[in-house]
T-cell receptor, first 114, second 109 residues
Framework: DGGITQSPKYLFRKEGQNVTLSCEQNLNHDAMYWYRQDPGQGLRLIYYSQIVNDFQKGDIAEGYSVSREKKESFPLTVTSAQKNPTAFYLC?????????????FGSGTQLSVL | DAKTTQPNSMESNEEEPVHLPCNHSTISGTDYIHWYRQLPSQGPEYVIHGLTSNVNNRMASLAIAEDRKSSTLILHRATLRDAAVYYCTLNFGNEKLTFGTGTRLTIIP
């Protein structure tokens, strides 16, 4: 089945540690996105990538980094600079530059700080 | 950025129609109106989208005002599985796709 796979489902971070969240898609989509969701809140855009080897900051990129070396993969690293990382992280993909196309979301990763 | 306004919560009885409103007074001429819904601890899923004309699919209907400054998602016969947070969003495909806090829909058995 085509779709987006996020792993792990739950992740714990120690103080000062970097952690990487995985996002893989087999939909042949050009564009991929990372969102953060806090309890009872909407989704906020962290980073997005419209094409391989290119990505742009979203509204809350500080303390995060990404890479897009392959079309199907868009990992997100939560660095030690992110002082409040506890949240639900969602990855999504879509065809590129199309206002008439829908987003496909993964099932999310819940990150907590130990 | 184009923004949307939705009620924080709504309730509906099971097997009755539900009308979820969304205001988007700053919508531009090329912005599509998209609706997604999110179940607890899951990623959002696509429901429906449209530009100017009303749209129907197997999940719901989308009614768009003539001036496009508002829209309504219609669930024709709500079931308990429709209980979720519903997001109305605009300008999908643009770099600044945003999701507000949405409407939490509760279905009463």
């Amino acid at each position: 089945d085509g779709g987006i796979t996020q792993s792990p489902k739950y992740l714990f971070r120690k103080e000062g540690q970097n952690v990487t969240l995985s996002c893989e898609q087999n939909l042949n989509h050009d564009a991929m996105y990372w969102y953060r969701q806090d309890p009872g809140q909407g989704l906020r855009l962290i980073y997005y990538s419209q094409i391989v080897n290119d990505f742009q900051k979203g509204d809350i990129a500080e303390g995060y980094s990404v890479s897009r070396e392959k079309k199907e993969s868009f990992p997100l690293t939560v660095t030690s600079a992110q002082k409040n990382p506890t949240a639900f992280y969602l990855c999504a993909s879509s065809t590129r530059d199309s206002l008439n196309e829908k987003l496909f979301f993964g099932s999310g990763t819940q990150l907590s700080v130990l | 950025d184009a923004k949307t306004t939705q009620p924080n919560s709504m309730e509906s009885n099971e097997e009755e129609p539900v009308h979820l409103p969304c205001n988007h007074s700053t919508i531009s001429g090329t912005d599509y109106i998209h609706w997604y819904r999110q179940l607890p601890s899951q990623g959002p899923e696509y429901v429906i989208h449209g530009l100017t004309s009303n749209v129907n699919n197997r999940m719901a209907s989308l009614a768009i005002a003539e001036d496009r400054k508002s829209s309504t998602l219609i669930l024709h016969r709500a079931t308990l599985r429709d209980a979720a947070v519903y997001y109305c969003t605009l300008n999908f495909g643009n770099e600044k796709l945003t999701f507000g806090t949405g409407t939490r829909l509760t279905i009463i058995p």
